[in-house]
Every structure is written in C-alpha cells, then in structure tokens.
C-alpha cells in the first residue's frame, strides 16, 4: 500500500505499469528475474526528478546544422513611415479577399487564344511583357477600387485577363512562381511586373504548395529589400510593393 501511495505523486507522465515490494538486490551482478529488474528501475527512478528540464542555446543547433539546411535571410527592415498601417492593411486584405472571391466566381473565358507551354519560359515571358495583350484602351482594371490604396490604377490587358482565366490551378501556381523567379534580382518593381504577380495572387488556389509558399517567401523579401534600400519619389510604387508585401505575408501567411 505505501508503494501504491509513493506512486500516486508520479502523474500521467510516469504511470505505473507493475507494483513490486522490496529493495533490489545489489549483490547479483544481473537481476534473477523480470520482478527484480524492475525493482532496479524502480531504484533508479526514485533517485531521479520526475521531469527534468534541458538548457538548450538555440545557437548551439545553428552552429551544429549542416550545409544541407540552408541559412534563411532576414527581412529587410526599412524606415517605419513607409510600413502601412493596421487599419490599411486590415481595409486591404478585405478588398483583396472579396477580389480573389469575384474571381473565382468568373466562368472560364473559353478563349482560343494559343498560349505557350508551362515549360516556355521565353513564350510566356513575350506573352506577359510582349505587345501581345493589345493596347492601352483594352487594359481592364484588375480591381478599381483597389485605387484608393495609392497605387493607381492595375490595368490588365483583357487576352491577358482571358488567358488567366483558361488556366488551371497548377498552371497558374507554376505562372505565378515563374513571374517570382524573374522579378528576383531588381532593384525596383515595373508596373507590368506588379500587374502581373498582384493578379496571379488573386487568381491561385488555397491552400497552397511548399513550392509556391516558398516562393511567396521569396517575394515577400524582395519586395522588403528593395523597400528598404530606396528613397521613394514614386509613391505608386511603395504601394505597390506594400500591397504585394501584405498579400504574401498576411493573406497568405509567409
């Protein structure tokens, strides 16, 4: 009974698979029997803390990590006046959330318009910076209220539009990563170049990919380096760069 008492204090974490009487019996190099074994555990374990609490410097596993994981950059930190505020970002995520609803609500365009295959890069870079999209009295506005965040107005070419529209899940997750591969490496982010990686955000699918995550993960700091390493004359570009920088690290959560 003092046994079962002496266990009670043990909790959930150490609970009591067999009730043994006795001391160990030390004078046996090896235990005669599974009861004496588990008196020696027994023994053991009353000499030690119930839970016991490592000291662990995570600068300790940095230093220990293979060439295999690579080193994750920071986020480049910029000047506070040209971070939004949480009220602009709490009234754009709705905005974009309702445009990302609007869109997926659309029927597909069945458009007859050829359009080049995932793996051409060259192909698809002339569709998307090309002259093929027609002129500036086709551009459509990607959302028009979106204008009232300051980064005027996101025109997008109606073939363009159309041919986003045609494409299927994937394609679009494997568009929307390539447009993040070729913006990598400016120190600036052209309108078209905006149009573009704002509207194939709005049109992928949730949840997404490891692949398209860490991609957003990329243009999250992108977006931040070249924020943070420029004076801005053109606001219309700082809020682009804000208004993409929110949609990859709030709506998309990276």
């Known amino acids: 009974d003092d046994d079962e008492d002496d266990y009670q204090d043990l909790g959930p974490i150490q609970k009591v698979a067999f009730v043994v009487e006795g001391e160990p019996d030390f004078d046996k190099e090896e235990p005669d029997d599974g009861w ?3 008196r020696r555990v027994k023994w053991e374990a009353a000499r030690y803390p119930a839970v016991k609490v490592a000291t662990i410097s995570p600068q300790h596993s940095v230093d220990k990590r293979t060439h295999y994981v690579p080193v994750v950059p920071a986020i480049s930190a910029c000047d506070p006046q040209l971070l939004p505020t949480q009220d602009w970002e709490a009234k754009f995520l709705l905005t974009f959330a309702s445009l990302r ?7 597909p365009s069945s458009s007859d318009r050829p359009v080049p295959h ?7 870079k002339a569709l998307c910076f090309g002259k093929g999209g027609g002129g500036v009295e086709d551009g459509v506005p990607v959302a028009e209220e979106l204008e009232e965040f300051g980064a005027g107005p996101l025109l997008f070419y109606r073939g363009e539009l159309h041919t986003l529209l045609d494409l299927d899940e994937v ?3 494997d568009l929307l990563r390539k447009h993040i591969r070729w913006f990598e490496g ?12 704002f509207a ?10 490891a692949e398209t995550s860490f991609a957003l993960r990329t243009l999250l700091r992108s977006c931040a380096a070249i924020r943070a390493s420029k004076t801005f004359k053109d606001q219309g ?14 709506y998309f959560g990276q």
Not at 101 to 107: G, H, I, L, N, Y
Not at 200 to 209: E, M
């Open 101 to 107: 609803s609007r869109f997926e609500a659309r029927e």
């Open 171 to 173: 394609s679009r997750a």
């Open 200 to 209: 194939l955000t709005a049109a992928v699918g949730k949840p997404i990919d």
């Open 237 to 250: 570009e700082l809020q682009m760069l804000n208004m993409i920088i929110t949609v990859a690290g709030k």
């Open 36 to 38: 004496e074994y588990v």
């Open 186 to 197: 400016l120190d600036h982010l052209p309108h078209d170049r905006a149009v573009w990686l």
């Open 118 to 124: 995932m793996k051409d890069d060259c192909g698809w």
